[in-house]
């Protein structure tokens, strides 16, 4: 029994030796793995706030737009943009709002709408719209170099064919018809044969051409 007694002494000294040296490094890991969780969940919410945040701000853009009304437009992109820049409904309402005042030819504002979401956006897909956008706005102001540098950036496979035919409109704008020619042959390739609406829209461009 005296003999258990003094085994089980042992055993705990070694446990009080053991807990003396890791003590702080577990303490510290499990105030760690709480601040990570509460900050994860936390992290959460505030993306469902701006979320939430958001999508009623578009709410009312969206609304405005159709209303017509410059105002509300201007007011609510501006408080999308400011508040909620990280939210893909800060995108959408740029693209909306830049086609609202395009209509109601206020190209600079609308080219500052563009603009916003090539810069800031996180959709590869939206930047790409914003791209096509921005350069048919550059034009129709015939800013011709401008426009064929928003083109001339990376972009998905799929905008292939809308890049290279509007590449195609600019340079017969410029007057290079046979750098047009070659930029819709490469859009009627790209645009392959699922859209016949985009293909004889092409083609067309092409016969103007010559072919």
Do not use: C
């Amino acid at each position: 029994m005296a003999h258990l007694d003094l085994e089980e002494q042992e055993q705990l000294a070694q446990l009080k030796s053991w807990w003396a040296t890791y003590a702080n490094a577990i303490v510290t890991a499990l105030l760690l793995t709480a601040l990570l969780l509460t900050g994860w969940q936390g992290w959460r919410y505030w993306q469902a706030q701006q979320a939430g945040g958001a999508s009623n701000v578009y709410e009312t853009l969206s609304k405005a737009t159709q209303g017509a009304d410059a105002k509300a437009v201007r007011d609510s992109s501006g408080e999308l943009l400011e508040k909620y820049p990280r939210t893909l409904y800060a995108s959408m309402g740029a693209l909306i709002s830049a086609r609202f005042f395009f209509d109601k030819n206020d190209l600079k504002t609308a080219k500052a709408q563009l603009q916003w979401v090539i810069d800031n956006t996180k959709s590869d897909e939206f930047r790409d719209v914003a791209r096509l956008r921005l350069a048919n706005v550059l034009l129709d102001e015939k800013a011709y170099d401008e426009a064929l540098k928003q083109l001339q950036a990376t972009h998905g496979a799929a905008f292939e064919a809308q890049f290279a035919t509007l590449r195609g409109d600019i340079l017969v704008a410029k007057g290079q018809a046979a750098d047009a020619r070659t930029a819709y042959k490469f859009a009627l390739e790209k645009a392959g044969t699922k859209n016949r609406s985009v293909q004889d829209g092409i083609q067309m461009r092409l016969d103007a051409l010559g072919g």
